[in-house]
């Protein structure tokens, strides 16, 4: 029963010599003595022995309970574990790089080192963080998201001792179903690229890499831990499981290649190489880039799959990009069961790197590297020298590859798993061996020459920002948006009056006393609970906390704190967590404010708000104006494709006619005579309708020829606008995204100028002015500041005369071209050009598109529009806008009808679709750009596009 796992429960009675173990949180990310996984997060998610300091899981000490204790070690217990809770908070930003190793995050650990990222930070993590920490893979985004989940919920499981003791009682269920040991199935590392659960917990597989271990028999994929708590018995069933024939990626290196030495490489990675250096010599590309620049996951999984099913041959790789063969080979490798340079051999190499000595690096390559490895390792340090080589030769590259060390110093050495935290306090030492194997090692290629890049200056030390650290320390709740000083009650509830339930702030306390200096004060229902902040010195510093005894070492970790833990274990009727975090900056602190201050600010906030509104409603409108314009374009395409339909099927009947010769048939000619007439009702009128006769057969036979050719040449002419049809919809549909693009990125600026608009009416309100007057204020202070909003009938007519005059001078500058035509023009250069010109300025450019021949820029609502201009035999036009275009197909659309089942019909239906267009859309054309530009320099833009109403009245290259 070797295969059986043996449960034990707890005896009293047994040796002393048994492990003491006592529930504990943890420091930091901890290796499980009995299977091998790491304990990590926030709660008691473990136990450690007080007699050696071994530590397990929850879980896995239900199988330890009788193991032997050596004693060996009663120190190192406080080291990483504590009695009491450690928050997340608490987290210092290794804390969090060594989480993202044992979670198989460790490719980013270190940007977020970089962007030192602590417990808070990472508590807060979104995506549109990790858009800026240049993290563009979706999949790595919801792999990162994922893990921060699970840390959160083990937070919540682990901190109440009952969770715990249900969760011993489902081990123990679950090993009295599933009894299995590891050893019943095969077992391999495996990576998947999208977000997976455990076949066994139901809990999800965290990273990127090596997310969990999956048996080559069954299929059954799991955790690490699960793989040694019990697990169902290893069967082989097709249908939920069907093994790959050739495993390539997450092989095992040795098991791939030959032993006898005939092979230098997988022949797979020498195909992926060939084709990157054949492809890179014909087109120059840059390769530090290819293998820089990572492709899509869910793409590259696929084609994963369907290589290791039917191998490397069925796969065309020049239908892929560079980039993606490139992302093949770095899987590859990352996927190995073992790194190319071994496990056994990272301490060896990597901690000694800077000081090992050449002879004994030669010594660890040649005599130490299984012969495979060494072969395969040779493979691909050859290629990667080449790659170095085409860079200096092609692209003039001088200096050394320090891309492709950083690239593959995380694929080709890692660490084993229970030293993987390692990886990221070495990822500098992984970059030296990369660089050091590459230059000092004998690979049997030559290298360029090169140069040492030089190194930064340092940055100069700044005496007065070191003196200033101190004290940086002790106000660093200042640098807290939500921290708003010294203010009162009343004028706290004037700041959350408007805010949702869970918003909140922290101010000063009023009695100022050093146990309790600060308050927090939320909205709750309406209404406003201030909530007393303890402080409690100690000697390690001062704690904090909303009750005591505090656990907080600082008022931020409190409010991460209670931004995901209820205030109900505070007080039951607070059933709600911290959420929005009201900003001191986001209004300024007014009360040192004048009033002529506050009102010039209140002015601008309202006028920004009424632009934001108007560009909000135009967006709205051009968005339902293009959805419906895009299924009118679908519907047509529907229309197209039954006309072609029944044009395919007359086709058919004229083919059997002509081929089965039906029309020399004495009781089928009136039956064909009749088809030819309807088809063609020209062709036969005047003909004799006796009896048929060899020429009325050869003549029918002609004239059933030349409408077969018809059909044909109208069926190519629907196609054509069927084809064209189709580009319009993936137009429109682009077009569309950009537009609900921009409207989401304008719906939280108006959400957040109508809430500073409020919050200044609130600021006037407190300084005792009412509505009536803070109205006639602000109509006083628009007649005389803001013209431009608030226009007086007298001011209206000066300043169209000043527009008049100044239309007069530039009149004759619109009729030439030099003014305001620019041939190589991108849409960012023409933005460039007129962000700063004022309403009615433009310019026309090239179109690099087929769509159209130009485009017009030009300023609208101090915001950059581009009309396309259009041009065909008859002249060119400005495209209609969709508000425009919808009115014209309505007009028309009870003329089109494309779906008329007659056979009478459908050369009617033809010529109404053939010029459909035509009558829909009667453009204002003119038979050159210059008098385009002069007809609507003295009309508006109105007449083709219903959204602007301007003219165009300054060439944007006019000479003042």
Avoid at 524 to 534: M, Q
């Amino acid at each position: 029963m070797n295969d059986y796992i043996e449960f034990k429960p707890f005896e009293s009675d047994v040796p002393s010599e048994i492990h003491s173990f006592q529930i504990r949180s943890f420091l930091k990310p901890t290796i499980c003595f009995y299977c091998n996984d790491f304990i990590w997060g926030e709660g008691f998610v473990g136990y450690s022995c007080l007699k050696c300091s071994q530590c397990v899981h929850i879980k896995c000490k239900l199988f330890v309970n009788n193991t032997k204790c050596f004693e060996n070690d009663t120190e190192t217990v406080d080291k990483i574990t504590r009695k009491t809770l450690f928050p997340v908070e608490n987290w210092c930003v290794n804390t969090v790089k060594e989480w993202m190793a044992v979670v198989n995050l460790h490719r980013y650990s270190e940007i977020f080192g970089n962007y030192s990222i602590n417990g808070v930070k990472l508590l807060s993590l979104d995506v549109y963080q990790l858009y800026a920490f240049r993290i563009r893979d979706p999949f790595h985004h919801a792999a990162i998201l994922q893990a921060k989940e699970e840390l959160i919920y083990k937070s919540k499981l682990y901190s109440n001792i009952q969770q715990i003791v249900l969760e011993q009682e489902d081990t123990k269920k679950n090993l009295i179903e599933n009894q299995f040991k590891a050893d019943n199935h095969y077992f391999f590392l495996k990576t998947v690229s999208k977000l997976t659960d455990c076949s066994v917990c139901k809990r999800p597989l965290l990273g990127i890499l090596h997310q969990g271990l999956q048996c080559q028999k069954c299929g059954l994929l799991c955790h690490r831990q699960c793989s040694q708590i019990g697990l169902p018995q290893c069967k082989h069933n097709p249908e939920n499981y069907k093994p790959k024939k050739n495993v390539i990626f997450g092989a095992n290196l040795i098991e791939m290649m030959n032993q006898d030495g005939s092979e230098e490489a997988p022949s797979f990675l020498a195909h992926l190489f060939k084709n990157i250096e054949d492809r890179a010599s014909k087109n120059s590309e840059d390769l530090y880039d290819v293998y820089r620049l990572s492709a899509d996951s869910c793409k590259i999984d696929n084609l994963k799959d369907f290589i290791n099913e039917n191998g490397i041959e069925l796969v065309n790789l020049d239908t892929y990009d560079l980039n993606t063969v490139a992302a093949l080979v770095k899987s590859f490798l990352r996927d190995l069961q073992d790194s190319l340079i071994p496990e056994y051999l990272y301490d060896k190499l990597v901690s000694r790197i800077q000081t090992i000595k050449l002879d004994e690096l030669k010594q660890i390559v040649y005599e130490q590297l299984n012969p495979v490895n060494y072969r395969c390792l040779k493979f691909v340090m050859t290629h990667l020298i080449r790659v170095w080589n085409f860079q200096h030769k092609v692209r003039g590259c001088q200096y050394l590859p320090d891309k492709l060390f950083h690239i593959f110093r995380s694929i080709l050495i890692r660490p084993e798993w229970k030293n993987i935290t390692k990886i990221v306090y070495n990822i500098d030492n992984q970059t030296l061996v990369i660089q050091r194997l590459m230059l000092e090692i004998d690979w049997e290629i030559e290298l360029p020459e090169y140069k040492i890049r030089p190194k930064r200056p340092a940055a100069p030390i700044d005496h007065e920002m070191s003196r200033s650290i101190n004290s940086e320390k002790i106000d660093s709740i200042n640098e807290n948006q939500w921290f708003w000083g010294d203010i009162n009650r009343d004028e706290t509830y004037l700041v959350l009056k408007n805010c949702p339930d869970g918003s909140f702030l922290v101010r000063n306390s009023t009695d100022k006393s050093f146990d309790s200096p600060y308050t927090l004060c939320v909205m709750k229902s309406g209404l406003v609970k201030s909530i007393k902040i303890f402080r409690h010195e100690q000697p390690n510093g001062d704690f904090y906390d909303i009750e005591k005894p505090c656990r907080f070492d600082s008022v931020s970790n409190l409010v991460s704190y209670y931004s995901r833990v209820s205030l109900r274990e505070y007080n039951h009727n607070l059933n709600l967590v911290l959420t929005y975090g009201v900003s001191k900056y986001k209004f300024g602190k007014t009360n040192q404010w004048s009033i002529d201050k506050l009102y010039s600010s209140f002015q601008d906030a309202f006028n920004h708000f009424e632009q934001l509104t108007k560009k909000y409603d135009n967006l709205e409108i051009e968005i339902n104006c293009v959805r419906e314009d895009l299924s009118n374009k679908k519907l047509a395409i529907e229309a197209l494709d039954k006309i072609i339909e029944m044009y395919n099927q007359q086709i058919n009947q004229v083919d059997r006619i002509i081929n089965n010769n039906l029309y020399k048939k004495t009781n089928a000619i009136s039956t064909t005579r009749l088809l030819v007439s309807q088809l063609m009702p020209m062709n036969l009128s005047g003909k004799s309708h006796g009896d048929a006769n060899d020429d009325e057969a050869s003549q029918l036979d002609a004239l059933m020829k030349k409408n077969k050719e018809k059909l044909e040449s109208r069926i190519k002419e629907f196609n054509i606008k069927r084809e064209n049809l189709k580009d319009e919809v993936d137009y429109c549909n682009t077009f569309l995204s950009q537009l609900q693009e921009e409207l989401d990125l304008l719906r939280p600026e108006l959400v957040e100028m109508r809430k500073k608009r409020e919050n200044y009416h609130m600021w006037l309100i407190q300084r005792g002015e009412n509505d009536d007057k803070i109205q006639n204020n602000l109509e006083r202070m628009s007649k005389s500041n803001l013209k431009e909003s608030f226009e007086l009938p007298q001011e209206t007519g000066m300043v169209f005369s000043e527009s008049q005059d100044f239309s007069d001078k530039t009149q004759d500058c619109h009729g030439n071209s030099l003014n305001w035509f620019l041939a190589d023009c991108t849409r960012e250069q023409a933005i460039e050009i007129l962000k700063s010109e004022p309403n009615g300025t433009y310019l026309v450019r090239s179109n690099a598109k087929p769509n159209s021949k130009y485009i017009l820029s030009m300023v609208c609502n101090e915001e950059i529009k581009h009309i396309l201009i259009e041009e065909n035999n008859s002249g060119c036009f400005l495209k209609s806008s969709y508000a425009r275009r919808k009115m014209a197909f309505n007009s028309v659309r009870d003329e089109q009808d494309y779906l008329n089942s007659s056979t009478m019909s459908l050369n009617s239906s033809l010529e109404e679709t053939k010029f459909g267009d035509n009558r829909s859309e009667e453009e204002i054309k003119f038979k050159t750009l210059s008098e385009l530009i002069l007809f609507y320099s003295k009309n508006p833009i109105k007449l083709a596009n219903l959204t602007l109403d301007y003219n165009l009245s300054k060439p944007a290259f006019l000479k003042q």
